[in-house]
Each structure stands twice: as structure tokens, then as C-alpha cells.
């Protein structure tokens, strides 16, 4: 490692890279995720093994100069790397939304703290000599590689506050955050962001303009924080993928002011993944990605009026035993899985439910809305954990023509994502595409109460004629299911 060669490190940087490509290319589709992981962890290994070499190289030639960077470096690879791996490990699958917003966060940290340092000592980093000016190009990658980095970590944060949805501090809950002249006051952050950003990069003379520079990060800091705070929780699915994209673009920022290729294709294929990903989800929502920005209608008070959570309605109610008599009577059923059975992590026991009610001829498929739950594909990495066969899992778009013709639907915790409110013009969520489980012979229906979705509003699905609630936690209900299907 000791005599490792640029052209290798450029060799296996590419290589890297390739492999990041074919990770994406994998996490397309369920049925290749896992295949697209591997991928994505072959990639980064071979990365971090590129650059520790790369990094012994740089210390032995700097041998003279003293310092403990190589060691250092090791003891941030063995301690990071171990406290991941114990989160990873230990995290319960209704938690993921807050890891990957607390990765997300981590990111943006790092690229914030990595921009400081080239501030302070550019020469280390090899962007020019002591005692000379860092040049324009490099301030405005600085610049641009801080704003992003701290509005990713603060904004992070709050998403998972929110998300996490344990915390009594009042930004940290669901419901959002709003005040007269919010959007007036990031505006004018917004604006200082790029006067201050300005002054830095033309300020004249060799010591770095600190001034400016620590200002920016302290207002980019508060400005995460203040994009974030308005989006109510049924948005939340947009924002991780938003901020997924952030944490990309801070990467790739960086990269460019260490001239660190493997940082910026890695960085630009997150920041533009994330975006894509964020047009999708806010497509599945009916919103522009602007709107989700300027305030999410999760709590929004014109929904909370028209909610008819509080309206009394006569519902048709029944049991387990009811629901599982049904089922087993029926030629075809589709479920529609949503953050309830993630919550009661109940998705082996309705694996099992569906192995017993195949066995009887049912033909039973899965319906997949793309913001079910709380994360991007978090529906379908629970059924993953339980590994329900690729080939009964079907994406909205490809079932929804199926659900007129079906005889039985089962909702198990979803909520909004079946509203047919959305077919309302006046609805707040009009246009919002949904899953037509509205349409099926029979519906069940599993919740623990009537209370209403993240949008705040009733759903007249559970009033409908043809429909029959079951309370209840997910899986004591489907392991009763599952009793009574024998």
C-alpha cells in the first residue's frame, strides 16, 4: 500500500464507481435489491480501502513532518464503522426512517467540517501552497459544499425528531411548525446566505475571510432547520428523499475541492438519485416538490377542519374470525400493507396468513403505494424482511385496473393511500393518486381506532357499504387470522 500508484487509485476509484452505478441500477426493483446492495457494498469497500492506501501513501511520504493523521484515520474507520454496524444491526424496521435521516445528517456534518479544514489549511489538501490565496474556484466550491452540507444536517435532524415521533420538543413533533412571515424570513436567510457567500469568495488578501464564512454556516444551520419545520408528517417520505439528494450534492461539493473523483461521482449519483426520487414521491402525491418545501399538508388546518374524524358515522365492525372466514371464501385478495403492520411488525405473520389462504386456491397479490409508510419503499422492505416472493408484490400503477374485479381487499394500517376523498376536487388531497381498494367486492379494514391518516382527514373508505373494520394491533389480529383459517 505503501507504493500504491495514482493510476491505481484512479483504477480502483473507477471500479467503485461502477459498482455504485450497478447498486442503482439493482434498488430499481425489488425483486434486484439485494443484488444492488452487494453491489453497494462492494463499491464503498473498495473505496475506503483506496483511499486509507492512498492516505498511508501521503503519510509515509510525510513521514518527516511527524503527525498521527494515519492513525487517526484508522481509529475513525474502526470506531464509525463499528458504531454502523451496531445500528444497523440493532435497528427495529419501524425505526429505519430515522437512521437513514440520521445518516443523512452525518453526511452533511462531515462535508461541513471537511470545508473548515481546507479554510484553514488548503496546502494540506494539496489546493495550493502555504501563503497563497485559495483561488475563486475553489472558495465557491467551499461555499456552495457548506451551505448544502449544514442545511442536510440541521434539516436531518429535525426529520428525525419528527419522524422518530418520542420527542416532547415542540419541533421535533409531527404536526407543522408554522409562523406569520416564515417564508419572507427564509428568504432573507437565503439571500444573506448568498451575500455572505459572495464576500468569501472575493475577499481579498491570503488569510481566509472567517467572518463571513462562519456567519454563512450559522445561517445555513438555521435555515435547515426552518425548511423542515413547516412539513407535516405526511410529507415526510418527500423530505428523506429530499434530503437524500442534499447529502449527495454536499458530497460531490466537496469532491470537487479535494479533486476527489471518487467523492464526486458518488456524490452526484446520490444528489441526483435523491432528486428523482423526491419527483416521484411528490408525483405519487399529487404535489409539486415547491409546495412539500413551503409547508406539507400533514396537520394543515383546512384539512383538520374538513376531517370527518370527529363527524359520527355508523360503521360495520367484526372480527377476526369474520375477516379470515371471508378470505378463505374468496377466489382472489389483494393487501395493502401500510406503517400499521410495520409498527406491529406483523409481516411474517401475514406471510404466513397468505402461505395458508394460498393453499387453499386463494390468489393473493400485494398492493404497494410508493409513500406508504415513512420512507421511500419502506413497504416494500418489510415484506423483503419476511421475504414474500418478489412476484406477489405489484407497484400501484401496475395493480390499481386489478380492483374492480377482486373480491376482497385487506388494508392493514394504511390509511391515506386508500382515501377516495382524493377523487374529491375539494378535497386537500385531491388528485392524490391512491389505491382504488374502494372499488373491490368486500373490504377489510385493520386499524386500532378510526383515528384519522397523517393528511388529517377521514376516510370515507371505512364508511362504505362493503366495508367491515377489525381493531386491533396488526398482528394479534392476523395471528387470529391465521388461527382461524385452519
Known amino acids: 500500500m505503501n507504493y500504491i500508484s495514482m493510476n491505481l487509485v484512479t483504477m480502483f476509484y473507477l471500479i467503485a464507481s461502477v459498482c455504485f452505478i450497478q447498486a442503482l441500477k439493482g434498488l430499481s426493483s425489488p425483486a434486484t435489491a439485494r443484488t444492488g446492495n452487494a453491489f453497494g457494498m462492494s463499491g464503498m469497500a473498495i473505496a475506503t480501502i483506496t483511499t486509507v492506501a492512498l492516505i498511508f501513501k501521503l503519510q509515509a511520504q510525510a513521514a518527516s513532518s511527524g503527525g498521527l493523521g494515519f492513525t487517526l484515520v484508522l481509529i475513525g474507520v474502526v470506531v464509525g464503522g463499528g458504531i454502523g454496524a451496531f445500528a444497523a444491526k440493532k435497528v427495529e424496521m419501524t425505526k429505519m426512517p430515522e437512521l437513514v435521516a440520521a445518516m443523512h445528517s452525518l453526511i452533511g456534518l462531515a462535508a461541513v467540517c471537511i470545508a473548515v479544514a481546507v479554510v484553514a489549511e488548503p496546502w494540506v489538501f494539496q489546493i495550493t501552497t502555504q501563503g497563497v490565496a485559495l483561488p475563486f474556484g475553489n472558495r465557491l466550491e467551499l461555499f456552495i459544499g457548506t451551505f448544502v452540507g449544514a442545511v442536510t444536517f440541521s434539516g436531518s435532524v429535525i426529520a428525525f425528531g419528527k419522524l422518530s415521533g418520542k420527542y416532547k420538543f415542540r419541533l421535533f413533533q409531527g404536526a407543522p411548525v408554522s409562523f406569520p412571515g416564515q417564508h419572507m424570513l427564509n428568504l432573507g436567510i437565503a439571500i444573506a446566505l448568498i451575500a455572505l457567500g459572495l464576500v468569501f469568495c472575493f475577499a481579498p488578501g491570503v488569510e481566509p ?118 378470505m378463505s371464501n374468496a377466489e382472489t385478495v389483494i393487501i395493502v400493507p401500510g406503517y400499521g403492520l410495520a409498527v406491529a411488525r406483523a409481516q411474517h405473520s401475514l406471510k404466513e396468513l397468505v402461505e395458508k389462504l394460498t393453499h387453499k386456491g386463494v390468489i393473493v397479490k400485494y398492493a404497494i403505494h410508493p409513500v406508504a409508510g415513512r420512507m421511500p419503499g419502506h413497504m416494500n422492505v418489510l415484506l423483503a424482511e419476511a421475504e414474500v416472493p418478489y412476484d406477489q408484490v405489484f407497484e400501484m400503477e401496475d395493480i390499481n385496473g386489478e380492483f374492480g374485479q377482486t ?80
Open 209 to 326: 475571510a472567517w467572518t463571513p464564512f462562519i456567519i454563512m454556516a450559522v445561517l445555513a444551520f438555521i435555515l435547515g432547520v426552518l425548511i423542515i419545520i413547516p412539513i407535516g408528517g405526511a410529507d415526510m417520505p418527500v423530505v428523506v428523499s429530499m434530503l437524500n439528494s442534499y447529502s449527495g450534492w454536499a458530497a460531490a461539493g466537496i469532491g470537487f475541492s479535494l479533486n476527489n473523483s471518487m467523492l464526486i461521482i458518488a456524490g452526484s449519483l446520490v444528489g441526483s438519485s435523491g432528486a428523482i426520487l423526491s419527483y416521484i414521491m411528490c408525483k405519487a402525491m399529487n404535489r409539486s416538490f415547491f409546495n412539500v418545501i413551503l409547508g406539507g399538508f400533514g396537520g394543515d388546518p383546512a384539512a383538520a377542519a374538513t376531517g370527518g374524524a370527529q363527524e359520527q358515522r355508523p360503521v360495520k365492525s367484526g372480527s377476526a374470525d369474520d375477516a379470515a372466514f371471508i
Open 407 to 486: 373480491d376482497v381487499v385487506l388494508v392493514l394500517g394504511a390509511n391515506d393511500v386508500v382515501n377516495p376523498a382524493a377523487k374529491d376536487p375539494k378535497s386537500p388531497i385531491a388528485g392524490m393518486p391512491i389505491l382504488e381498494a374502494y372499488k373491490a367486492k368486500s373490504i377489510i379494514v385493520n386499524k386500532r381506532s378510526m383515528a384519522s391518516g397523517y393528511a388529517g382527514l377521514d376516510n370515507d373508505l371505512f364508511y362504505q357499504a362493503n366495508t367491515m373494520m377489525v381493531f386491533g394491533d396488526a398482528k394479534k389480529v392476523i395471528e387470529a387470522m391465521v388461527k382461524a383459517v385452519d
